[in-house]
Antibody
Framework: EVQLLESGGDLVQPGGSLRLSCAASGFTFSSYAMSWVRQAPGKGLEWVSA????????YYTDSVKGRFTISRDNSKNTLYLQMNSLRAEDTAVYYC????????????WGQGTLVTVSS | FMLTQPHSVSESPGKTVTISCTGS????????VQWYQQRPGSAPTTVIY?????PSGVPDRFSGSIDSSSNSASLTISGLKSEDEADYYCQSSDSSNWVFGGGTKLTVL
Protein backbone atom coordinates (compact mmCIF):
# COMPACT_ATOMS: atom_id res chain seq x y z
CA GLU A 1 0.00 0.00 0.00
CA VAL A 2 1.39 3.38 -1.02
CA GLN A 3 1.75 5.77 1.90
CA LEU A 4 2.97 9.37 1.92
CA LEU A 5 3.37 11.02 5.31
CA GLU A 6 4.18 14.73 5.49
CA SER A 7 5.63 16.47 8.51
CA GLY A 8 7.26 19.76 9.45
CA GLY A 9 4.37 22.18 9.15
CA ASP A 10 4.28 24.92 11.77
CA LEU A 11 3.54 28.54 12.58
CA VAL A 12 6.40 30.74 11.36
CA GLN A 13 6.93 34.48 11.15
CA PRO A 14 7.17 36.30 7.80
CA GLY A 15 10.71 36.04 6.48
CA GLY A 16 11.30 32.81 8.35
CA SER A 17 12.21 29.33 7.13
CA LEU A 18 10.76 25.86 7.39
CA ARG A 19 11.60 22.42 6.01
CA LEU A 20 8.85 19.97 5.13
CA SER A 21 9.44 16.23 4.84
CA CYS A 22 7.44 13.49 3.16
CA ALA A 23 8.19 9.87 4.09
CA ALA A 24 7.20 7.46 1.34
CA SER A 25 6.53 3.72 1.49
CA GLY A 26 4.81 1.00 -0.49
CA PHE A 27 6.49 1.68 -3.84
CA THR A 28 9.97 2.01 -5.34
CA PHE A 29 10.55 5.64 -4.35
CA SER A 30 13.67 6.07 -6.47
CA SER A 31 11.74 5.25 -9.65
CA TYR A 32 9.23 8.08 -9.52
CA ALA A 33 9.16 11.84 -9.75
CA MET A 34 7.52 13.55 -6.79
CA SER A 35 5.78 16.87 -6.29
CA TRP A 36 4.53 19.31 -3.67
CA VAL A 37 1.05 20.79 -4.07
CA ARG A 38 -0.46 23.38 -1.72
CA GLN A 39 -3.92 24.60 -0.85
CA ALA A 40 -4.48 27.96 0.83
CA PRO A 41 -7.42 28.15 3.26
CA GLY A 42 -10.68 28.00 1.31
CA LYS A 43 -8.86 27.97 -2.04
CA GLY A 44 -8.05 25.49 -4.77
CA LEU A 45 -5.03 23.29 -5.42
CA GLU A 46 -1.77 24.87 -6.60
CA TRP A 47 1.26 22.95 -7.83
CA VAL A 48 4.42 24.20 -6.09
CA SER A 49 7.40 22.10 -7.13
CA ALA A 50 8.45 18.81 -8.70
CA UNK A 51 11.64 16.74 -8.72
CA UNK A 52 12.79 13.97 -11.00
CA UNK A 53 13.30 10.43 -9.79
CA UNK A 54 17.07 10.80 -9.38
CA UNK A 55 16.88 14.34 -8.02
CA UNK A 56 18.74 15.70 -11.02
CA UNK A 57 15.93 17.93 -12.24
CA UNK A 58 13.72 20.30 -10.28
CA TYR A 59 10.86 22.59 -11.26
CA TYR A 60 9.07 25.40 -9.44
CA THR A 61 6.04 27.60 -9.85
CA ASP A 62 7.06 31.21 -10.44
CA SER A 63 5.90 32.51 -7.05
CA VAL A 64 8.37 30.31 -5.12
CA LYS A 65 11.40 30.37 -7.41
CA GLY A 66 14.49 31.48 -5.51
CA ARG A 67 12.81 30.91 -2.13
CA PHE A 68 11.89 27.20 -2.08
CA THR A 69 14.16 24.22 -2.78
CA ILE A 70 12.89 20.71 -3.42
CA SER A 71 15.15 17.74 -2.77
CA ARG A 72 14.98 14.02 -2.08
CA ASP A 73 16.99 11.30 -0.36
CA ASN A 74 16.32 8.04 -2.18
CA SER A 75 18.23 6.07 0.47
CA LYS A 76 15.70 7.29 3.06
CA ASN A 77 12.64 7.29 0.77
CA THR A 78 12.03 10.89 1.76
CA LEU A 79 11.06 14.04 -0.12
CA TYR A 80 11.84 17.51 1.22
CA LEU A 81 10.80 21.10 0.66
CA GLN A 82 13.04 23.81 2.10
CA MET A 83 11.05 27.03 2.34
CA ASN A 84 12.88 30.32 2.94
CA SER A 85 11.77 33.97 3.02
CA LEU A 86 8.25 32.85 3.82
CA ARG A 87 5.36 35.20 3.12
CA ALA A 88 1.79 35.36 4.40
CA GLU A 89 0.61 34.13 1.00
CA ASP A 90 2.56 30.88 1.50
CA THR A 91 0.08 29.92 4.24
CA ALA A 92 -1.47 26.64 3.10
CA VAL A 93 -1.76 22.93 3.60
CA TYR A 94 1.16 21.36 1.73
CA TYR A 95 0.63 17.93 0.16
CA CYS A 96 3.27 15.68 -1.28
CA UNK A 97 2.16 13.68 -4.28
CA UNK A 98 3.60 10.78 -6.26
CA UNK A 99 3.80 11.39 -9.98
CA UNK A 100 2.10 8.88 -12.30
CA UNK A 101 4.90 9.26 -14.83
CA UNK A 102 7.03 12.02 -16.25
CA UNK A 103 5.15 15.32 -16.64
CA UNK A 104 1.63 13.93 -16.32
CA UNK A 105 0.03 14.19 -12.89
CA UNK A 106 -0.40 12.45 -9.58
CA UNK A 107 -1.75 9.10 -8.47
CA UNK A 108 -1.17 9.17 -4.71
CA TRP A 109 -1.35 12.00 -2.18
CA GLY A 110 -0.29 12.47 1.42
CA GLN A 111 -2.61 13.79 4.11
CA GLY A 112 -0.96 17.23 4.15
CA THR A 113 0.84 19.42 6.65
CA LEU A 114 -0.23 22.96 7.58
CA VAL A 115 2.14 25.89 7.19
CA THR A 116 1.00 29.18 8.72
CA VAL A 117 3.01 32.34 8.09
CA SER A 118 1.98 35.04 10.50
CA SER A 119 3.44 37.45 13.03
CA PHE B 1 -1.96 27.87 -19.91
CA MET B 2 -5.13 27.75 -17.77
CA LEU B 3 -7.89 25.26 -17.12
CA THR B 4 -11.39 26.61 -16.47
CA GLN B 5 -14.08 24.70 -14.58
CA PRO B 6 -17.61 25.69 -13.53
CA HIS B 7 -17.66 26.88 -9.94
CA SER B 8 -20.43 24.51 -8.92
CA VAL B 9 -22.85 21.88 -10.20
CA SER B 10 -25.68 20.06 -8.51
CA GLU B 11 -27.77 17.01 -9.27
CA SER B 12 -30.03 14.50 -7.57
CA PRO B 13 -29.02 11.06 -6.32
CA GLY B 14 -29.09 8.40 -9.02
CA LYS B 15 -28.70 10.93 -11.82
CA THR B 16 -25.70 11.64 -14.04
CA VAL B 17 -23.58 14.79 -13.87
CA THR B 18 -20.78 16.03 -16.13
CA ILE B 19 -18.08 18.50 -15.06
CA SER B 20 -16.19 20.31 -17.79
CA CYS B 21 -12.59 21.53 -17.90
CA THR B 22 -11.69 23.90 -20.76
CA GLY B 23 -8.13 24.66 -21.85
CA SER B 24 -7.18 28.28 -22.51
CA UNK B 25 -4.73 27.70 -25.31
CA UNK B 26 -3.23 25.01 -27.47
CA UNK B 27 -4.83 21.59 -27.61
CA UNK B 28 -6.01 19.98 -24.40
CA UNK B 29 -5.53 16.68 -26.19
CA UNK B 30 -1.77 17.30 -26.35
CA UNK B 31 -1.24 16.43 -22.68
CA UNK B 32 -3.04 14.02 -20.39
CA VAL B 33 -5.80 15.28 -18.08
CA GLN B 34 -6.30 13.99 -14.54
CA TRP B 35 -9.27 14.46 -12.20
CA TYR B 36 -9.06 14.62 -8.42
CA GLN B 37 -11.77 14.37 -5.80
CA GLN B 38 -11.48 16.21 -2.51
CA ARG B 39 -14.07 15.63 0.17
CA PRO B 40 -14.40 18.25 2.92
CA GLY B 41 -11.53 18.12 5.36
CA SER B 42 -9.64 15.44 3.40
CA ALA B 43 -6.70 15.21 1.05
CA PRO B 44 -7.31 14.89 -2.69
CA THR B 45 -7.60 11.47 -4.28
CA THR B 46 -7.23 10.56 -7.94
CA VAL B 47 -10.38 9.39 -9.70
CA ILE B 48 -9.25 9.63 -13.35
CA TYR B 49 -5.76 9.71 -14.86
CA UNK B 50 -4.44 9.91 -18.41
CA UNK B 51 -7.76 11.29 -19.72
CA UNK B 52 -9.94 8.29 -18.99
CA UNK B 53 -8.21 5.63 -16.88
CA UNK B 54 -9.52 4.75 -13.41
CA PRO B 55 -7.21 3.84 -10.51
CA SER B 56 -8.02 0.57 -8.81
CA GLY B 57 -10.79 1.05 -6.30
CA VAL B 58 -12.54 3.87 -8.18
CA PRO B 59 -16.00 2.70 -9.28
CA ASP B 60 -16.85 2.58 -12.97
CA ARG B 61 -19.51 5.24 -12.32
CA PHE B 62 -16.63 7.66 -12.87
CA SER B 63 -15.44 8.24 -16.44
CA GLY B 64 -13.30 10.80 -18.22
CA SER B 65 -13.16 11.98 -21.81
CA ILE B 66 -11.60 14.56 -24.12
CA ASP B 67 -13.41 16.67 -26.73
CA SER B 68 -10.85 18.22 -29.07
CA SER B 69 -13.47 20.28 -30.90
CA SER B 70 -14.22 22.28 -27.75
CA ASN B 71 -10.71 21.93 -26.30
CA SER B 72 -12.17 20.49 -23.15
CA ALA B 73 -12.07 17.49 -20.86
CA SER B 74 -15.02 16.10 -18.97
CA LEU B 75 -15.61 14.06 -15.84
CA THR B 76 -18.89 12.17 -15.83
CA ILE B 77 -20.33 10.59 -12.70
CA SER B 78 -23.34 8.33 -13.17
CA GLY B 79 -25.67 6.89 -10.53
CA LEU B 80 -24.84 9.77 -8.17
CA LYS B 81 -24.49 8.96 -4.50
CA SER B 82 -24.34 11.29 -1.52
CA GLU B 83 -20.71 10.24 -0.99
CA ASP B 84 -19.82 11.81 -4.35
CA GLU B 85 -20.45 15.26 -2.89
CA ALA B 86 -17.01 16.89 -3.04
CA ASP B 87 -14.78 19.34 -4.87
CA TYR B 88 -13.39 18.07 -8.17
CA TYR B 89 -10.26 19.42 -9.83
CA CYS B 90 -8.95 18.81 -13.33
CA GLN B 91 -5.20 18.97 -13.94
CA SER B 92 -2.83 18.85 -16.86
CA SER B 93 0.78 19.74 -17.53
CA ASP B 94 2.60 21.88 -20.03
CA SER B 95 6.38 22.21 -20.30
CA SER B 96 7.12 21.02 -16.75
CA ASN B 97 4.37 23.22 -15.32
CA TRP B 98 1.55 21.34 -13.63
CA VAL B 99 -1.74 23.27 -13.85
CA PHE B 100 -4.98 22.76 -11.92
CA GLY B 101 -8.42 24.00 -12.76
CA GLY B 102 -10.10 26.16 -10.14
CA GLY B 103 -12.26 23.31 -8.90
CA THR B 104 -15.96 22.46 -9.09
CA LYS B 105 -18.12 21.91 -6.04
CA LEU B 106 -20.52 19.04 -6.65
CA THR B 107 -23.65 19.05 -4.53
CA VAL B 108 -25.80 15.94 -4.48
CA LEU B 109 -29.24 17.26 -3.64
Amino acid sequence: EVQLLESGGDLVQPGGSLRLSCAASGFTFSSYAMSWVRQAPGKGLEWVSAIGSSGGSAYYTDSVKGRFTISRDNSKNTLYLQMNSLRAEDTAVYYCAKDISVNIGFDYWGQGTLVTVSS
Amino acid sequence: FMLTQPHSVSESPGKTVTISCTGSSGSIASNYVQWYQQRPGSAPTTVIYEDGKRPSGVPDRFSGSIDSSSNSASLTISGLKSEDEADYYCQSSDSSNWVFGGGTKLTVL
